[in-house]
């Protein structure tokens, strides 16, 4: 009986393997090159037109007196006029520093601790957490003008809650002495829930050896979190700086929801939209405003960058 010889298989050479090719864009057809530079060309296009014009627009009629009326060609340059005007005889322009500096202290000190903590304790994975998740992130999705008025339910003179309940007859909105400190516990409550999300998404990617590890050896779960989470975490530490930073300056829509930022409620965005679009129609001197926050944002912005790529090196 015959029997078969079996075939044996030589594995190829290391070096031998065919390694997979990659096309370059000379290889592309004509068709992906053209939905290639669409692709590009699109969103380039739309944030040339949307940021970046109107940035160094604002920039450039900071210089002149263009008050919005006839063409632009007619705007005088003035140079550093408005700059210094903003600085010496704009009544408003110290209190809404003052105040975004305020708004600023208040997001470090109170909501951006409050959202770390409501992220450390969901991380644990309590019963039900998914749905204290969902309430917590719930304000983040509404804007800021919503959550104005959603607070006007709490906050109304005649029939809020906070005085329904106390028997009080405070203008929480109204009143100079409280409006201020009112609008930063609402946007402190819609921010707990951002900063809650992304240390939620930060303890998530921790390794557990790391707290297996300092559990062996004895230290507390305070410990643990101060000493090797929290440093672990210094990618999202950052993100939320930025972030906090950002939201501070920009802080508008709530306070013109509010009384469009005056009586004791004054920030820069609100002192830039009073200027270009409110009454006065001073271009030239709004832009001057705008570009006082544009620098200060840079400021953050840049060293954020520096530290994102120093890490990427």
């Known amino acids: 009986m015959a029997t078969e010889t079996p075939t044996i298989v030589t594995p190829p050479a290391a070096g031998s393997r065919k390694r997979p090719r990659y096309r370059g864009i000379n290889q592309l057809s004509a068709v992906d090159r053209v939905v290639v530079g669409i692709m590009v060309a699109v969103p380039t296009a739309l944030v040339v037109l949307l940021v970046w014009f109107p940035a160094v627009g604002s920039v ?11 063409d632009v060609s007619r705007a005088k340059w003035v140079g550093l006029k408005n700059y210094t005007d903003v600085v010496t005889i704009y009544p408003p322009f110290v209190p809404a520093v003052e ?140 993100i939320v700086l930025v972030v906090t930073v950002i939201e501070s300056l920009r802080a508008f829509d709530l306070v013109w929801v509010i009384n469009k930022g005056r009586n004791g409620l004054e920030l820069i965005a609100t002192l830039v939209t009073q200027n270009i679009v409110g009454e006065a129609s001073r271009i030239g001197f709004g832009s001057a405003l705008a570009t006082f926050m544009l620098l200060i944002s840079s400021v953050f912005i840049v060293i954020y960058l520096r530290i994102v790529m120093r890490e990427d090196q």
């Open 60 to 70: 450039l009629l900071s210089f002149t007196n263009w008050n919005g009326i006839g």
């Open 99 to 238: 105040h975004n500096l305020i708004w600023l202290l208040v997001m470090f000190a109170l909501a951006t601790p409050l959202g770390m903590l409501m992220a450390v304790l969901l991380d644990r994975e309590l019963k039900g957490g998914r749905i204290y998740q969902t309430a917590f992130y719930l304000p983040v999705v509404l804007s800021l003008a919503l959550v104005g008025f959603i607070w006007q339910l709490i906050y109304s003179k005649d029939q809020g809650l906070i005085n329904t309940v106390t028997g009080s007859q405070i203008d929480w909105y109204g009143d100079q002495s409280y409006n201020l400190w009112a609008a930063l516990v609402a946007a402190s409550w819609r921010h707990m829930g951002y900063i809650m999300l992304l240390y939620l998404a930060g303890l998530k990617g921790v390794d557990p050896s790391l707290r297996e590890a300092a559990k062996v050896d004895g230290a507390s779960e305070r410990a643990t979190f101060f000493r090797i989470v929290f440093p672990v975490m210094r990618p999202i530490n950052i």
